[in-house]
């Protein structure tokens, strides 16, 4: 590891003037961070500790929740509010990683924490995200865990966070604070693309922090879950997830839906076809299987990710059938 600088910040101005002094990195619960480090794959000249921001889960008043960054997983997943009118998130959370790991990590880290692309990790591959304009190993290598939606020729990776998908089926917001001010960006919109630049991850600007997420007032979220589909049981990156919130007419009429899958492109995706295709129709496997097909009908699999095409499109139909109590 290379030698760096290390300050703890009190409060997010404390960090702010911290990073703009050192050009530092912010550091999380460290379980991403610290792991790039050690490979050699970041190698940040100053950090600072940004644990000591808020860590509340905090009542808005249009009736939503207003979670600090450095809020843990754990305490986020434990949180009675958010088990109870927001069981999709609690279940993202603890469908992720160990109990070890979501008692460290923190909000604004997982928000932020980089692909598991095995080029990224290996400094002896060539990859455009660690290195730009140095190629891509992965489009033609081992692409079991890629993209099949919205990837680009340069970068094929997915962003591999859980409780992400399911503030983008929230439609949280996250609350950023930096040298130019305050502002808040749907959670849709934090995340790129990776079209021609894919180390470009965020739309972060250069010394934003992550302050908190707000999560809206939505009824309907009580009738939402998550299933994440992966290659072992528990300690393992979805190979496709899927967040739902669904909202019913007395008749079974779909009145709302709000779908996110994870495990399928460089951002968590929000399955607006498949939504666009629910509203209106009568909640049931015919409907749901539609659903499935419109959001995947421009899927691009690669020569090792076929398979998740259709492990999407049942993901999909049996989350949905989960939450209307049929089988799919
Ligand atoms: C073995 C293993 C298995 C895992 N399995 C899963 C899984 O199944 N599902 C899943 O979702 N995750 C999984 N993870 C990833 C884990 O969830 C993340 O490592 C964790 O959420 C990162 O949070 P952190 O606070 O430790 O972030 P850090 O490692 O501290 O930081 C991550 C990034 O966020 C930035 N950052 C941190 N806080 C802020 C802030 N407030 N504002 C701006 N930037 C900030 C840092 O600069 C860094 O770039 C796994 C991790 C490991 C090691
Ligand atoms: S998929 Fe992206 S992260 Fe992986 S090797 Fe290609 S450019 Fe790098």
Not at 26 to 46: C, F, H, Q, S
Not at 48 to 67: F, H, P, Q, W, Y
Not at 82 to 87: N, S
Not at 189 to 202: A, K, W, Y
Request: aromatic share 4%.
């Amino acid at each position: 590891m290379t030698p760096f600088q290390f300050q703890r910040a009190a409060d997010a101005a404390d960090a702010l003037q911290a990073a703009g002094a050192f050009g530092a990195k912010y550091l999380g619960g460290g379980t991403n961070l610290v792991d790039l480090m050690r490979e050699g794959i970041e190698r940040p000249a100053a950090l600072v500790d940004v644990t000591g921001l808020s860590d509340k889960i905090e009542e808005r008043a249009d009736g939503g929740l207003m979670i600090g960054a450095a809020t843990r997983n754990t305490a986020l997943a434990e949180n009675r509010a958010v088990r109870e009118r927001y069981p999709v998130l609690a279940r993202a959370i603890l469908a992720g990683a160990s109990g070890q790991i979501r008692n460290m990590a923190t909000v604004g880290g997982n928000i932020l924490q980089r692909t598991r692309c095995t080029y990224f990790y290996d400094e002896a591959a060539r990859c455009n995200k660690r290195r730009p304009g140095t190629g891509c190993d992965a489009r033609e290598g081992f692409n079991r865990i890629h993209a099949i939606l919205g990837a680009s020729p340069a970068c094929v990776a997915t962003h591999p966070s859980d409780m992400c998908v399911a503030l983008a089926a929230l439609g949280a917001l996250v609350r950023l604070e930096g040298p130019e001010g305050v502002r808040t960006l749907p959670i849709v919109d934090l995340h790129r693309l990776p079209g021609e630049r894919p180390d470009l991850e965020t739309e972060l600007r250069p010394g934003e922090l992550i302050t908190g997420v707000e999560l809206p007032a939505l009824a309907s979220a009580r009738r939402s879950t998550y299933r994440k589909v992966r290659d072992r049981a528990s300690y393992a990156f979805a190979l496709v997830s899927v967040a739902a919130v669904l909202d019913l007419e007395a008749d079974g009429t779909v009145r709302d839906v709000r779908l996110a899958l994870g495990g399928v492109a460089h951002k968590p995706w929000r399955a607006t076809r498949a939504e666009s295709a629910l509203r209106g129709a009568r909640a049931g496997s015919e409907a749901f299987r539609m659903a499935a097909d419109a959001e995947l009908a421009e899927a691009q699999p690669l020569s090792g990710n076929a398979f998740k095409v259709e492990l999407a499109r049942r993901a999909i139909v049996a989350t949905l059938s989960d939450l209307t109590g049929d089988r799919a």
